[in-house]
C-alpha cells in the first residue's frame, strides 16, 4: 500500500514502520 492508502485507513503508524 502506498503512504495515502495507509493514511486513509487510518494506518499511518503501519507506514511508518513499513517505509
Do not use: S
Not at 1 to 19: P, V
Request: glycine share 10%; hydrophobic share 45%; no cysteine.
Amino acid at each position: 500500500a502506498t503512504k495515502w492508502e495507509a493514511m486513509d485507513a487510518g494506518g499511518f503508524q503501519l507506514y511508518i514502520l513499513d517505509k
